[in-house]
Every structure is written in C-alpha cells, then in structure tokens.
C-alpha cells in the first residue's frame, strides 16, 4: 500500500477495505485475520471510531428499548383489566337475556289470563251472583276468583321484581361500559407514548452513519443465522419427537386445550392458511409486513403497522378456548433482542396448536414453543386481524 494512497484514504474507503476482516473481531472479539495486522493506524482509527459510535447508539438504543419494553408491560396489564372487565360485561348480558326471556313468560301468561277473561265477559262477581244456583257455589266461586287474582297479583309482582333487577344489572353494565372506556384512553396514552419512542428510535437509526449501519447489518446477519440454525434444530426435534410418539404418520395431534383444529375452520379461515404458504418472505424484521400481505393475499385487505400496533389493536383474548385458525397471536415486546422488545412479534394460527411466522424465512412453529419463547414479557394474545370474524363467513 503507497504512502499517497495511504494519505487519501477516508474513513468510508478503509471501514469499506476493512470491514469484512475485522468487523467480526470489533463486534464478536473473534480472532483477527492475519492481513489486518497491515493496515494503516489510519484505518485502524476510523474503525475504532465507528465502532465507539457504534457503542454510543447501541447504548441509547438499549435505553430506548428498555423504556418502550417498560410501556409495553403497563400496556399488556391494561389489556388484561380490559380483557377481564368484557368478560364480566359479556356474563352480566348472558343474565340480562335470561331475564328477558323470564319476563317475555311472565307477560304472556298474564296477557293469556286477561284475554280469557274478556272473552267471558262482564264483572266477575256480578256473573258469579247471576250464575250460582246455591249459596255454596256461590263461595266456592269467589274463593276461586280470589285465587285467580292472587295468582295475577304474583305475576304481576314477579314482573316488577324482573324489571327492578333488569334496570339493576344494566345500570351495573352502563358502570363497567364506562370503567372499559376508561381503560381504553389509557391504552390510548400509553400507544401515544410507545409511537413518540418508535420515532425516536427510527431517528436514531436515520441518524447512523453509514459505516455504522453496516456493522449493525453484519451484527444483525450473525444473529440471523444462529436463530435460523436454532430454529431448525427445534423443528427437527419435534418432528423426531413426533415420529418416536408414533404420530409420524397420521399428522400432529393438538394436545387438550390447544385451539381450534384446521378442518373446523371454514373456507375464509383456510383462505388465510393457503396465504401464508403462499406468502414469501420479505426478510428478517419484517414479520408485520408478512403477515398484512397474507391477508391481503387472502382477499381481507392489508392490515399495517407493527407486531406491537397489531398487538394493541386486534389481540384481546388470551385463552386457548377462543383461539380460531386465521387469528394473528402477537407479543408487544419480548426479551431476546432489542428489535424484539421495541416492536414485538406476530404470527398466524393455522389450527392443531401450530402458528407460521416471518423469522427471516417461513417457520411452522408449535404454538406452546411460541409463546414460551416470545412470552417472557408480555401474556401471548390472538385475535381478528382488522376486527374481521372469519369463522362467521
């Protein structure tokens, strides 16, 4: 290497001239390859330079992350209240309809009391008088009409006790309406919040240098492949697990309590399915944007936003009894790296306790897996992408 070229070197050039030999001692303290021993102290300073910014901005966004994963939490603990409170909303209805359904009773037998006794016609006691041939049959007539109207009076008393109770639990309803609205702003605030750190931390990375980018995206590639590779072996234990079990050949029986089964789904659900084997990858990091093209694919429309907005918006149960094939299952943030506990993860229900997801290629997860793995911050939660019911179609 000449002394004028070593003079004209930039910092850009030499990173460029460097990176592939000493990027993975910088970042991984891996051995340096023998040529690097070489370069100029130049060179040497400006990747030393890059890597010290480099350093700078993995520690802001390290802050940054811990911040975002911290508003996740309080935002999974007001989905939990939100979750909670429609469940005693929906069981407070289930009564109510009960009650209707009393009172509908109510209101026909009396209804069928009066129309028979304006078919007969005239005062009762006059007929009465008028009709008994014997002073016995007269008693034994009033005591019967007492009886008439003592019943009546128990129904009528009975449909005023229904009404008091009905007006009662709707007025407890209209509290927990309002308590759920409450929730909700909260929730409002806190994506507000959540949205102003994901700006900051795009900033961030628009900010970066382009040498820093690249040592990210060889730091980014590295983990990449150890999860693919990790991922893999994963998969092929289970598949070895299921063919020791003897389920090898009659296909993965869900255990009790997983979701709903494929062949249950109807033709909408299984229109998502078929979109998601259709559906290639766009990368790694890019697990929203996979999942909003399969359900574009699948004619639903194309759902935007990340795994955490996804999250947030459609994800409202968290039991397996209320899992259906084509849900999205979200985490608005997870632990193992700080992408994952920014924007979270989202992947597809395909049915018989199994979930496909984007991790750089298209992985057929078990469902159990998943939310072991990404649900060690947040409580793993499913629900209709863009509010659309498919099982109902």
Same mark, same amino acid.
């Given at each position: 290497?000449?002394?004028?070229?070593?003079?004209?070197?930039?910092?850009?050039?030499?990173?460029?001239?460097?990176?592939?030999?000493?990027?993975?001692?910088?970042?991984?303290?891996?051995?340096?390859?023998?040529?690097?021993?070489?370069?100029?102290?130049?060179?040497?300073?400006?990747?030393?330079?890059?890597?010290?910014?480099?350093?700078?901005?993995?520690?802001?966004?390290?802050?940054?992350?811990?911040?975002?994963?911290?508003?996740?939490?309080?935002?999974?603990?007001?989905?939990?209240?939100?979750?909670? /409170?429609?469940?005693?909303?929906?069981? +407070?209805?289930?009564? %109510?309809?009960?009650? *209707?359904? !009393? =009172? #509908?009773?109510?209101? $026909?037998?009396?209804?069928?009391?009066?129309?028979?006794?304006?078919?007969?016609?005239?005062?009762?006691?006059?007929?009465?008088?008028?009709?008994?041939?014997?002073?016995?049959?007269?008693?034994?007539?009033?005591?019967?009409?007492?009886? /008439?109207?003592?019943?009546?009076?128990? +129904?009528?008393?009975? %449909?005023?006790?229904? *009404?008091? !109770? =009905? #007006?009662?639990?709707? $007025?407890?309803?209209?509290?927990?309406?309002?308590?759920?609205?409450?929730?909700?702003?909260?929730?409002?605030?806190?994506?507000?919040?959540?949205?102003?750190?994901?700006?900051?931390?795009?900033?961030?990375?628009?900010?970066?240098?382009?040498?820093?980018?690249?040592?990210?995206?060889?730091?980014?590639?590295?983990?990449?492949?150890?999860?693919?590779? #990790?991922?893999?072996?994963?998969?092929?234990?289970?598949?070895?697990?299921?063919?020791?079990?003897?389920?090898?050949?009659?296909?993965?029986?869900?255990?009790?309590?997983?979701?709903?089964?494929?062949?249950?789904?109807?033709?909408?659900?299984?229109?998502?399915?078929?979109?998601?084997?259709?559906?290639?990858?766009?990368?790694?990091?890019?697990?929203?944007?996979?999942?909003?093209?399969?359900?574009?694919?699948?004619?639903?429309?194309?759902?935007?936003?990340?795994?955490?907005?996804?999250?947030?918006?459609?994800?409202?149960?968290?039991?397996?009894?209320?899992?259906?094939?084509?849900?999205?299952?979200?985490?608005?943030?997870?632990?193992?790296?700080?992408?994952?506990?920014?924007?979270?993860?989202?992947?597809?229900?395909?049915?018989?306790?199994?979930?496909?997801?984007?991790?750089?290629?298209?992985?057929?997860?078990?469902?159990?897996?998943?939310?072991?793995?990404?649900?060690?911050?947040?409580?793993?939660?499913?629900?209709?992408?863009?509010?659309?019911?498919?099982?109902?179609?």
């Amino acid at each position: 290497m000449s002394i004028a070229y070593q003079d004209n070197l930039t910092r850009r050039a030499a990173l460029k001239g460097l990176l592939g030999l000493a990027g993975a001692a910088v970042l991984f303290g891996l051995p340096r390859a023998a040529g690097a021993a070489e370069a100029t102290q130049e060179t040497l300073d400006a990747l030393a330079n890059a890597q010290a910014e480099y350093d700078a901005v993995q520690a802001q966004l390290n802050e940054i992350a811990s911040q975002f994963q911290a508003l996740s939490v309080q935002q999974e603990q007001t989905l939990s209240q939100i979750e909670d /409170v429609q469940l005693q909303i929906d069981d +407070t209805q289930s009564q %109510i309809d009960t009650k *209707q359904k !009393e =009172l #509908e009773e109510k209101q $026909s037998q009396l209804a069928e009391r009066v129309t028979e006794s304006y078919k007969k016609g005239g005062n009762d006691a006059l007929s009465l008088l008028l009709s008994s041939e014997s002073f016995d049959e007269l008693l034994s007539g009033i005591y019967y009409v007492d009886k /008439v109207n003592a019943a009546d009076r128990a +129904t009528i008393d009975d %449909i005023n006790q229904i *009404q008091a !109770e =009905l #007006e009662r639990q709707k $007025s407890d309803l209209e509290q927990q309406k309002s308590e759920l609205e409450t929730l909700r702003e909260q929730q409002s605030q806190q994506l507000q919040s959540m949205q102003a750190k994901q700006n900051e931390v795009q900033e961030t990375l628009n900010g970066l240098s382009g040498e820093v980018q690249q040592l990210m995206a060889q730091r980014d590639a590295e983990i990449l492949a150890a999860a693919q590779a #990790e991922a893999a072996a994963e998969e092929e234990a289970r598949r070895q697990a299921a063919q020791n079990s003897g389920g090898g050949g009659g296909g993965y029986i869900p255990e009790v309590g997983s979701g709903q089964d494929y062949n249950a789904a109807t033709a909408a659900q299984k229109r998502v399915v078929n979109a998601c084997y259709a559906t290639p990858s766009p990368g790694a990091n890019y697990c929203a944007a996979w999942v909003s093209r399969v359900f574009q694919r699948a004619g639903i429309g194309y759902i935007g936003g990340n795994a955490n907005d996804m999250y947030a918006r459609y994800c409202t149960y968290s039991s397996k009894s209320q899992l259906q094939v084509g849900m999205i299952v979200a985490v608005s943030t997870y632990s193992k790296n700080y992408a994952g506990r920014i924007w979270g993860h989202v992947g597809i229900y395909i049915g018989d306790n199994r979930i496909m997801e984007n991790i750089g290629y298209i992985n057929t997860n078990n469902l159990d897996s998943w939310c072991s793995y990404y649900g060690d911050t947040v409580t793993p939660r499913w629900g209709w992408a863009r509010g659309v019911n498919l099982a109902a179609q």
